[in-house]
């Protein structure tokens, strides 16, 4: 709309001269958004509606066709104005003085209640007061403004006038379409709130991409380093070779083995042993430790392919959102980013798992979780929770590296495993807690048993609404 988004006097005039709104029965109300009001009206054998829009982008009045939702437990001032006007016949609807005020007079139960509308753009409101001018409540309650329920209403400025309030140099704008000025001014706003909510969610939609893109550059970082590592691992293999040809050379208890290593000219090497192991069972360390980094190195290299994919895509998809934002894949990448920040069950981890940042914490619920978990998702310096006394999930703290396990995770952990153990009902319990590497197999039990040692006590109080959190993916408030 040229000239701004707000309705001027004269629009306004012209809006209520072809609703002509005295003597309709106002039938229903509701409140489809926190911004905004639906009149239901009846008038000389015909049913419409008129809205009124206390958005500060686009406050207005006029007659609407489309049907807005109606939330199912209607909001406050609905409410009220279901008590006040709904079934009241309207007397009167003009605007004061050109001020772009409305005052619409409405007889209800042998009363009479005025509804003021002012659309002032960050000053719109809604305000009900009596016939006597006493406040009844506002859509928005302003005290520094005396507009709450109780204060005589003024409806004219008393000081500095809002700009474009002025009566002079206005005149009605000419707009597209067919039809009454009410009809052209739905389709305009129609348009230019679709246009808005999809610049807004593509907006939103970017940042949750952006936001996905960092995490996974960060973890392409990681993996990379961690590559680096297994550059070596064929050593590994050669060291197992120059034990296994000088086993002669070794007696069980040495930690040492000093020989010419045939691999790199016969320099001389010094590989150390475990004295615990046998000669033959040292060569098959040196082999065992080739086997795991060779199988570790794979592992990265298929994550990091990975990745490099799934970055790929997103990179692909913010271009895509900028050059041609589309609502239907800009509500997928909504849904797809509210599905991230709940607990997981995917086929990749076992059980449940939440974020209490910048750690993961995987929950596994089931004897056959517990026991995946453990062999093939759990680390040694992961930490391990359970609730002491109560049958419940195995509670695991990933590790991350350099990073010691902060109270505030530990409480999320503790607190997960009480809440997912037969003590839950209770509130509260003992949990105890310790390094992956301290579990030992229990042997004749179910699979998944462990027993702990160096485990460490700690008694939490289950508190609610820190569940929801982490079950939201939000990160717990500070008390």
Request: with cysteine; proline share 6%; net charge positive.
């Amino acid at each position: 709309m040229s000239g701004g988004s707000s309705l001027n006097w004269k629009e306004i005039d012209l809006v209520l001269s072809e609703l002509a709104l005295a003597g309709s029965l106002i039938q229903e109300v509701h409140q489809p958004r926190h911004d905004c009001l639906v009149l239901h009206l009846f008038r000389q054998g015909a049913h419409f509606s008129i809205i009124v829009s206390l958005s500060p982008r686009f406050p207005r009045l006029h007659a609407i066709t489309e049907k807005l939702p109606n939330p199912e437990k209607p909001l406050r001032f609905a409410m009220l104005l279901r008590a006040h006007i709904k079934g009241g016949r309207i007397e009167s609807a003009e605007q004061v003085a050109g001020e772009r005020i409305v005052r619409i007079v409405v007889r209800h139960a042998g009363e009479e209640k005025v509804l003021w509308l002012r659309l002032w753009g960050a000053a719109a409101n809604a305000i009900v007061t009596d016939g006597n001018g006493v406040i009844l409540d506002a859509f928005y309650r302003r005290p520094k403004k005396r507009e709450v329920s109780g204060q005589p209403f003024n409806p004219l400025p008393t000081g500095p006038r809002p700009a474009g309030t002025q009566t002079r140099e206005y005149s009605v704008r000419e707009l597209p379409g067919e039809g009454t000025f009410n009809a052209k001014l739905e389709a305009l706003y129609r348009e230019l709130e679709t246009r808005g909510d999809v610049e807004r969610m593509a907006a939103q939609a970017d940042a949750e991409l952006a936001m996905s893109e960092n995490k996974i550059l960060a973890s392409l970082q990681k993996l990379t380093a961690r590559l680096s590592e297994y550059a070596h691992l064929d050593r590994f293999h050669e060291l197992g070779d120059l034990v296994t040809s000088n086993l002669h050379a070794i007696t069980r208890g040495d930690r040492w083995l000093k020989v010419e290593d045939f691999f790199h000219e016969n320099a001389s090497v010094e590989i150390e042993l475990k004295p615990e192991l046998t000669p033959a069972q040292n060569a098959e360390a040196c082999y065992d430790r080739y086997r795991k980094a060779r199988l570790g190195r794979s592992k990265v290299e298929e994550e990091i392919t990975h990745l490099r994919s799934t970055l790929a895509g997103i990179q692909r998809q913010r271009a895509a959102i900028a050059e041609n934002p589309d609502p239907a894949s800009l509500g997928r990448v909504a849904r797809a980013a509210e599905k991230a920040r709940k607990p997981l069950l995917d086929s990749q981890t076992p059980g449940l798992v939440f974020h209490s940042p910048p750690f993961r914490i995987i929950v596994g619920r089931t004897a056959a979780e517990n026991d995946e978990l453990l062999r093939k998702k759990v680390r040694g310096n992961d930490w391990w929770f359970h609730a002491r006394d109560w049958p419940g999930a195995y509670v695991f703290v990933k590790a991350e590296q350099g990073k010691s396990l902060p109270l505030e995770t530990m409480l999320d952990a503790a607190m997960l495993a009480v809440h997912f153990s037969r003590g839950k009902t209770s509130g509260q319990g003992d949990v105890y807690y310790t390094r992956v590497k301290y579990l030992r197999r229990a042997k004749g039990t179910r699979r998944g048993t462990v027993l702990p040692t160096q485990e460490k006590n700690l008694h939490v109080r289950i508190d609610p609404s820190r569940i929801e959190q982490l079950k939201s993916g939000e990160p717990p408030r500070a008390e």
